[in-house]
């Protein structure tokens, strides 16, 4: 075992040299976290008694669902052959939603560890941003864990990496995070095998944002990775995308907690803070210079985050809007890939479209609204971008069915997908089939291994949104993964399909879906809203249609007995509360015309199917 | 009386009522406006319990000391002497009973003697108006002339037999023991003994078709009791049948059924002479003077007083409601003890009563006085507005409603709640 780092380079003043600045790709519950908290342990920057199970997923959400949402870089001495090493450790955020965040992340580092669970083999989104990290060039180390596990076959899924990457199978390093077998040599493995990173150190300050996190007590904090020159506190520093310059307030690194230091060199990896209040100020993917000695050139590769998906979100109690509001504008602090504009819905009231990367993205913005701010809410259907042009070739973007145009349309547009999938072989039949029945096209299929495919396909990303995660889970015994990517878009026949109750529109069930589909989803939604609609005083049709054209109806037959057939004297005062109780339950009914639609009804008919927990797990 | 007890206010030892009881009893006497007072007198044995009942009632025997079969009319007999003291101490001017009703449970299931005694401690107590309609619910198979002889000696004027249904397989869905060859039995003892005869239906039991409904209010009608009472079949929480329903094992009621039965039954009564005069209750009344009425059930819904004898047994007196321990045991301890057998009361607040006023009235062929509607925060105003989408709706008389009564047609009485809600407003 190597030695304890027994004098580590100190932060600002590190040759990059003895620099080693890598991440761990990993899929979720394949024992990124659990390894990262192992790497903190053996280099002695935290102390076992202080050790939380995974330490660096600092959110409770986090650490409940095994994911991590935002990265954190941690610094580590390490010694090998006597020379005393600085490894900055990036992690990354594991889900597909996030994949830019990713690639910032994977452009800070010169070497990734692949990380691939020893009873499992790698995952889609793993394959995804394995693929990502070549492309940046980095240098992979292949490593499988939970070799401790009983159901490790090592051999098998070593033989796997090595066909993937180009190396030998006896390349691939062996170790238990929870044991901790095996981690002093990866950590040998990372000083000799990667590069040191490269830059000019006389150069003017370039460093880039690959995370950006809001703090309540000390506002944003920015983690950087420095390219060239040099960043000093007291200084002012300057966004390269928005020109706006900031007083360096403190610089420092983490291991793992925030140590100020007295600035950061060539290849170092550290956090900035500002005193800004909005993540937004200080993105990621943006460039850090100095305001005093600007560089001319960012470092390339930034975008603004685009949101992909969009849903209304409603407060049940509409007295909560104002919380609701205050609580977006705190979580936006944060989160600089969401956005949101007021809305109203005739059936829901008042609250707001909101746009997010993913579907994962929503349910952690949902949950944390929930779970935070204690709001109760109701989600409409996840919907799409579409661009729609009208006959006389005005242009319009949809993100709510609402804003669809009526009459003649000349085209709708729709977003595409670049979806992979690996799966066992055996079930390539019915993927394919989904996929084929979800309006995709194959594009290609790889043998991982005999007996794993990855299958790629081009599929409308409103199908992925819609329930394709997890029809595709139970058609493959929960064995498939997938990942997917903005592919560009498509003209397709898309139809909206309104939802009318005693011919009054509900706008919350509005939906855009392909014409072939559109009369399955007229028949469910009716069908499920006659099983949700208690009978009310008079009949109530309810039906589906395009335009005006009716495409499926159902009734909800008239109450004909409204009466307690028997009121004597201990009944009295029963029956009075019963009525008073239903007084109450009336305060729960939305309008919808004249029918009584109860607030739970919306919530059933809205969540299930279209949206469902489990998607967060991948 | 229902098993779940609603959660109230504490009542005092001595049982004594708020001061506003004897006022308001007082004013209204002085006014000239009715405010009868009656006695129901529950009696918690049965033999067999049946899966659709959730009153309180016991198959055991003996429930302990005052509370077995044997000795339960010491205890019936000392709750009286406590309600004349307590009305006494509460300053409720006294007054004759109007009715007494022996209800429960299956009060035949205790010696005629018995039955007896506590209607003569009552009279004793109260005094009772001439003519005072005194019933007894009977069991057709505890029932015979003899017992019925005696019951008419001691003063009982009426007795009200729970028939439920001709059918035999409907009765075993019930879990009625009864044989249904006893019924017409049991109403021609009762005729014989000079008493009046009510006999109680129940419509909608999974299984029951529309066939065998028609066959049991023909068989009712053809037994020619002077009054029927038909119930609708409720899935009560918390009893045998409505654990049988959640587990699936008995299909679950269902209300369109029921609502063609009451159609039909309406239909048959009414052809063979008898007269709605509430939701659930017809009287055999040819010419529509208002006979055969049961006088004791009209006078809760017309918001009279009463108090109630027995574990269980819910009271009110001039808008305030209390209700006795519900375990016989319990109940007769406390009256062993001198405490009162309450155990909570109610003052239901200005919002509530007419609340109350409204649910009552509207189910009875009398109808509400729109007047009632007066009582509203706003004078009634919202109330009256609804009143012409009723009349449009089928649901109420037009023109007694212009003449300023709500009365339901028979839709009506089949959406009776409807009515209510929208009278009071939500």
């Known amino acids: 075992m190597s030695p304890l780092a027994s004098n580590p380079p100190v932060p600002s003043r590190t040759d990059p040299s003895v620099i080693r600045n890598f991440c761990i790709i990993a899929h979720i519950d394949h024992g990124k976290s659990t390894l990262a908290d192992r790497m903190l342990q053996c280099t002695g920057v935290v102390q076992p008694r202080d050790m939380k199970a995974q330490y660096l997923d600092r959110m409770d959400i986090e650490r409940e669902r095994g994911i991590t949402i935002k990265s954190q870089a941690v610094r580590m001495p390490w010694e090998v052959d006597g020379v005393d090493y600085a490894l900055n450790m990036i992690d990354t955020p594991g889900h597909v939603d996030f994949s830019y965040e990713v690639s910032r992340s994977l452009a800070s580092c010169e070497g990734a560890i692949l990380l691939v669970d020893a009873a499992q083999g790698i995952e889609a989104q793993t394959l995804a941003n394995l693929y990502l990290a070549m492309e940046h060039e980095l240098e992979i180390i292949p490593v499988l864990n939970k070799i401790d596990l009983p159901a490790a076959d090592p051999d098998r899924y070593a033989a796997e990496l090595a066909q993937l990457i180009g190396c030998e199978p006896e390349d691939v390093l062996r170790v238990s995070g929870k044991t901790g077998v095996g981690v002093p040599e990866l950590l040998d493995r990372v000083v000799t095998s990667l590069p040191a990173p490269v830059g000019q150190a006389d150069a003017p300050a370039r460093a880039m944002i690959f995370d950006s996190v809001y703090d309540t007590y000390r506002g944003v904090v920015t983690y950087v990775r420095v390219v060239d ?35 950061l060199g060539v290849g170092e990896v550290g956090y900035l803070i500002t005193g800004v209040k909005d993540v937004r100020q200080s993105k990621v993917g943006d460039t850090v210079t100095l305001e005093s000695d600007p560089a001319e050139q960012e470092i390339g590769g930034y975008r603004d985050p685009q949101p992909m998906v969009f849903s209304g979100l409603y407060p049940i109690d509409g007295s909560d809007y104002p919380v609701l509001r205050d609580a977006l504008d705190k979580l936006k602090l944060n989160d600089a890939a969401l956005n949101y504009e007021p809305e109203t819905s005739v059936a829901l009231g008042f609250g707001f479209r909101v746009g997010f990367l993913g579907l994962l993205h929503l349910e952690i913005v949902r949950e944390r609204l929930e779970r935070e701010f204690d709001l109760d809410l109701i989600s409409t259907m996840p919907n799409v971008v579409y661009q729609v042009t009208t006959e006389d070739r005005t242009v319009v973007e949809v993100t709510n069915p609402s804003e669809f145009p009526e009459g003649k349309i000349h085209e709708v547009r729709e977003p595409m997908a670049a979806a992979t999938i690996i799966v066992p072989a055996e079930f390539i039949g019915a ?40 029809s595709l889970k139970s058609r493959t015994k929960g064995y498939a993964s997938l990942n997917w990517g903005a592919d560009g878009d498509q003209a397709a026949d898309l139809v909206k399909v309104d939802i009318l109750l005693q011919g009054d529109q509900v706008d919350a069930f509005s939906a855009i879906t392909h014409r072939d589909f559109a009369y399955s989803y007229g028949t469910m939604m009716t069908a499920k809203l006659k099983e949700l609609i208690p009978r009310q005083q008079f009949e ?43 007084k109450e339950g009336k305060k729960r009914m939305k309008m919808v015309g004249t029918v009584e639609v109860p607030q739970e009804a919306f919530i059933a008919a809205l969540s299930s199917d279209s949206s469902s927990a489990d998607k967060g797990k991948k | 009386m229902p098993a779940v007890l609603p959660l109230g206010d504490p009542v005092p030892d001595d049982g004594r009522l708020p001061s506003s009881c004897g006022e308001a009893v007082r004013r209204s006497l002085a006014a000239g406006v009715p405010r009868t007072f009656s006695l129901y007198v529950h009696v918690p044995f049965c033999t067999v319990r049946c899966g659709y009942c959730d009153f309180n009632t016991y198959t055991a025997p003996d429930l302990g000391p005052g509370a077995s079969r044997g000795d339960y009319v010491d205890t019936a007999v000392a709750e009286v002497g406590f309600a004349r003291r307590a009305l006494e101490d509460s300053e409720v001017p006294a007054r004759p009973l109007h009715t007494v009703f022996f209800g429960g449970g299956t009060p035949t299931l205790l010696p005629a003697a018995h039955l007896v005694r506590i209607l003569d401690a009552a009279r004793e107590a109260f005094g009772m108006v001439d003519g005072a309609e005194v019933t007894v619910e009977a069991n057709p198979d505890t029932v015979d002339e003899a017992y019925l002889r005696e019951l008419a000696a001691g003063g009982v004027t009426r007795v009200s ?19 249904p060859e006893n019924i017409p039995a049991a109403v021609d003892a009762a005729r014989a003994a000079g008493l009046d005869v009510s006999l109680d239906l129940i419509y909608g039991t999974p299984g029951e078709s529309l066939g065998d409904w028609r066959t049991t209010v023909e068989t009712a009608i053809a037994c020619r009791p002077d009054h029927i009472s038909a119930y609708s079949l409720i899935v009560e929480e918390g009893t045998k049948f409505s654990a049988q329903v959640a587990r699936g094992q008995v299909a679950d009621v269902d209300p369109d059924d029921q609502a063609d039965k009451y159609l039909l039954a309406d239909e048959l009564l009414e052809a063979a002479g008898f007269r709605w005069y509430e939701v659930s209750n017809w009287a055999h009344d040819p010419q529509e003077t208002g006979a055969h009425r049961a006088e004791h059930n009209v006078a809760y819904w017309r918001d009279m007083d009463w108090w109630g004898i027995g574990p269980g047994s819910h009271s009110h007196v001039a808008g305030v409601r209390f209700w006795n321990a519900k375990h016989p045991a319990a109940y007769a301890q406390r009256l062993a003890t001198g405490v009162t057998p309450a155990v909570g009361r ?47 709706a089928g649901l109420i008389d037009g023109g007694l409603a212009q003449a300023g009564r709500i009365v339901p047609t028979l839709q009506g009485r089949l959406r009776n709640d409807h009515i209510v809600r929208e009278l009071a407003g939500f």
């Open chain 2, 346 to 392: 109610e003052v239901p607040d200005a919002e509530a009563r007419l609340l109350e006023q409204i649910m009552l009235h509207v189910r009875m062929v009398e109808g509400l006085d729109v007047r009632v509607l007066e009582q509203a925060e706003d004078g009634g105003a919202a109330a009256r507005a609804r009143i012409p989408q009723l009349i449009a």
């Open chain 1, 229 to 263: 020159g040099r960043l000093t506190p007291r200084e002012k520093i300057r966004m390269m995308s928005t020109g706006a310059a900031h007083e360096l307030l403190e610089i420092g690194v983490s291991s793992p907690e925030p140590q100020p230091t007295e600035g």
């Open chain 1, 431 to 470: 993927v394919m089939e989904l996929c084929q029945s979800k309006r995709g096209h194959l594009q290609g299929m790889d043998y991982l291994s005999e007996e794993r495919v990855e299958i790629r396909y081009r599929i409308p990303l409103a199908e992925i949104v819609f329930d394709f995660f997890d």
């Open chain 2, 161 to 179: 037999v729970g028939m439920q249904s001709a059918v035999p397989h409907v009765l075993a869905t019930l879990e009625r023991t009864h044989r």
């Open chain 1, 540 to 582: 109530v049709p309810i039906q589906a249609a395009i335009g005006s054209r009716i495409i499926a109806r159902e009734n909800i037959r008239a109450i004909r007995k409204d009466v307690l057939s028997k009121c004597y004297g201990g009944d009295i005062s029963r029956k009075r509360k019963l009525l008073e109780k239903q």
